[in-house]
């Protein structure tokens, strides 16, 4: 099994200019962790980071009902369906939720934190900043070692990209 992390805009349509996404991918590469992959141009639409093995259960924003992880399947599905197979269709990730029927997006579900152990006396105990699940137009992809990244090392990237970082922990 391999393991990614990605570190993403929070806002899923949001790109840093290619300056910054040059400038935080380089010190990530130097500074923080080598095994990171090229940067990829962005995408048209917010690309969807999940393992489909192991769904995660995601929470209703408005009427906090945690839905099965088949959703992700069976209502996201459709949606990516469209953006990709249709360039005309709406930019949009709008759906009526399946639970209570609201017009929300489907980056407004929450996720489920990842529990990770560290290792002993590692300095990276804020495990709960790492999603499941998330969205992003652009990231900066590591894979296979040492995921972890220190709250002064997330500050360094939101400041290097310019805005507010999510991370998602993505196993396949």
């Known amino acids: 099994m391999s393991t ?6 929070a806002d899923a349509w949001h790109v840093p200019s290619p300056d910054r996404l040059e400038a935080a991918w380089t010190h990530f ?9 090229p940067l990829e141009p ?3 639409f917010p690309q ?11 929470t209703c924003p408005n009427c906090r009902h945690v839905h099965p992880g088949q959703v992700v399947v069976d209502v996201f599905g459709p949606v990516y369906s469209r953006l990709r197979e249709d360039p005309g269709s709406p930019r949009s ?6 639970c209570c029927g609201a017009h929300i997006t489907l980056d407004a579900f929450e996720y489920p934190a990842v529990e990770l152990r560290g290792h002993e ?8 900043v790492y999603r499941t699940a998330g969205f992003s137009r652009v990231d900066i992809c590591l894979w296979d070692h040492d995921l972890f ?18 991370l998602i922990w993505h196993h396949f």
């Open 93 to 98: 990730l709008d759906i009526v939720a399946p």
């Open 121 to 128: 006396g590692d300095e990276h105990a804020d495990w709960k």
């Open 42 to 44: 962005a995408t048209d």
């Open 149 to 166: 990244l220190n709250a002064a090392q997330r500050d360094d990237m939101a400041r290097l990209l310019g805005c507010p970082i999510q």
């Open 48 to 58: 969807f980071h999940v393992d489909l093995e192991n769904l995660p259960e995601p």
């Open 29 to 37: 590469r130097t500074h923080i962790n080598r095994f990171v992959s």
């Open 4 to 9: 990614l992390m990605y570190v993403a805009p």
